[in-house]
């Protein structure tokens, strides 16, 4: 099973909406998110337990997200200390909950020299009782920083890399840690297709600004990224609520597939260049706004210009839109370093691709 769009890890069901599977679902359909990752093993045992009682939290989750059409990911932090059990446990979790793909999250454990063999025993022990289930490795961001860390050895045997790519104590440049990141393993053999893991929690007193997810985001997209992950589910719902908000109102499509008119302007509006907006305005287009009206692209480059002018560092995200025949219905935001935040409503006729009238709304939002 590919993985396309937004998908979000859980770490503790029970913390997730009280662990009631109906509101979960409910809100990863809310979310449009294409998947879900929820931590079924830790180690040699089962996770998501309940020590006293034995109850399964994950599997009334797991069935639950299915039925809505959520796929549903397993993810199991692993030690290498006894890569036979822990193996045995991977596969046990994974066929009794009928998941449709598991995902490896091994760090800093695995350092050490002598578990590159413990790495090939596990996942020897994944692929041969999975078959052809999808199987991903969630590690660092840059290889670079850990080299003593046995890529190869998880690598061979997935379908996918999911990196940590979070910058933590660090800000405005996710975008190019991201970047940074694919490069790297680019340069790194076997190479397999990235789906980045980004940050939405806080830690020690770090916390990221919301432009810097939507630069991840949209960094993502521009490198053919098929899908992103987010981490993690019950610390944003707790502690940063406005960036759940964030994930669920941005569209995340596949980016294989031709990006859409209001998607192109969007881009056009990062470029921070005025004349490749008014490209695509009909010569007689009409430009209506609250304060009036101005017709033709002479008089509408301006309006673009100001609005470029007045928002010169922000980030601008397209967070949804629709369309019935040549009439775009879309909105965007935009973000600041400082959390500031705009949004803007607009409805466009195309006619024969350029705009010949667009009627715009641009307001500022409370945060």
Known sequence: MSLTGKGYYIWKVKFCENGDPDRITALAKQANLSHVLVKVADGAFPYNIDNDTGFDYARAVVKKLQAANISVWGWHFVYGSYP???????????????????????????????????ASRYMNILRSNLGSLPIALSSFRYPSYHARFPWKNFLDRCDYNMPQVYWIHAHNNAGEQLQRCVNEFSNLQPFRPIIPTGPTYKEHGWVPNESEIVDFMQMAKRLNLPAVNFWYWEGCRRDTPQFWEL???????????????????????????PNSVIDFYADNAIHIQANGAVQGRESILPLIDSLMNQHRNVTFALLNQSHENNIYSFQWQALNNEGARIEGRNTVGLTNGKINFHYAHIKPVQI
């Open 84 to 118: 036979d059990q822990e193996g045995e446990i991977a596969v046990r979790r994974t066929l009794e909950l009928g998941l449709n793909g598991f995902v490896v999250d091994a760090e800093k454990d695995y350092e050490e020299p002598a578990k590159a063999l413990a």
């Open 247 to 273: 994930v669920k109102n941005y569209q995340y499509d596949a980016s294989s597939q031709q990006a859409s008119f209001p998607e192109t302007y969007v881009n056009a509006l990062n470029t921070r260049n």
